[in-house]
């Protein structure tokens, strides 16, 4: 056999399964070319197309709910290719492997194992680092934080864009109407009732569009709009090399630290500026 590697399943590779709470002796079915055996209280999954169970216990133990019927493998694994065919027991049954299989454990010395094909083994696992943090540790940041900040400034720059784009709008559209009404009778319509003569509308126009120009200024809508979709256009790109395994993720041995130190810098910068921002607006005020 080959060298017993650590990995862990790729992030967002999710499972959907039922688990099958009934009275019953249990029942056998031929997978993997050999006798499995399901037992109450055991796992019905579907791991993209491929459906088996898994005995409870294994599956309370090394799988987490991520929503209602969706599910993630936690922690690692370790694994082996196989260099010639064989039959591994597993806790269902037994399981038949070839040449450039893997057979997965879930410790380092052995314990429960099953085999798996290879293109789907690379397809669902990425091995990681000797001193690589823990799945859960690369899963939270992978499927939690980075994602949630990036959500974050992506709502907040598409809110800065609506709000400027609105108000810049409407101040164009009163300073284009004052020259227009300067020079002309607004009549008796319903114009005259609201805003009386040309001289009332104008005055309301000219300061409605020095209001709306001065708060634009002061909230900063156009430069938090480039500001909050620069930063979120940075971790896009961030996680899209780490996962593609590009650019300065390349060939990394520590790509996951690498990732979370790139990130946090582009936080904390964008963090230091927010704080500047406001510690300046505030010393105006005094």
């Not at 000797?130 to 949630?148: I, V």
């Not at 979709?229 to 993720?249: F, M, N, P, V, W």
């Amino acid at each position: 056999m080959s060298t017993r590697q650590r990995y862990c399943k790729r992030p967002g590779y999710t499972i959907t399964a039922v688990q099958l709470q009934l009275d019953f002796d249990g029942f056998q079915y031929r997978k993997w070319g050999d006798a499995q055996t399901c037992r109450a209280g055991d796992w019905l999954v579907n791991n993209g197309g491929d459906v088996y169970t898994v005995a409870a216990d294994y599956f309370a133990d090394r799988y987490r709910e991520i929503s209602p019927g969706h599910f993630i493998k936690v922690g690692e694994v370790w694994a082996e290719e196989a260099e010639q065919a064989g039959s591994l027991p597993t806790l269902e049954g037994a399981s038949d492997y070839g040449v450039g299989d893997y057979l997965v454990y879930d410790r380092q010395m052995g314990g429960a194992a099953y085999a798996v094909g290879r293109y789907r083994f690379l397809k669902m696992y990425e091995p990681m680092e000797p001193d690589e943090p823990q799945p859960d540790t690369r899963r939270a940041y992978l499927n939690g934080r980075l994602p949630d900040q990036i959500s974050w400034y992506n709502r907040k720059a598409k809110l800065s864009r609506a709000n400027f784009l609105v108000w810049q709008s409407l101040a164009i559209i009163f300073a284009a109407l004052v020259p227009v009404l300067s020079g002309n009778d607004i009549g008796n319509g319903w114009a005259a009732q609201y805003l009386g003569d040309a001289t009332t509308a104008v005055a309301l126009l000219g300061g409605g569009s020095a209001v709306i120009v001065s708060l634009l200024g002061l909230f900063k809508c156009q430069e938090n709009w480039v500001k909050y979709r620069a930063t979120c256009e940075d971790l896009r790109s961030h996680l899209a090399q780490y996962l593609a395994k590009a650019g300065i993720y390349r060939g990394q041995g520590k790509r996951f630290e690498l990732l979370v130190e790139n990130c946090e810098n582009i936080i904390s910068a964008e963090r230091g500026h927010w704080v500047l921002q406001n510690a300046k607006g505030a010393a105006g005020e005094q």
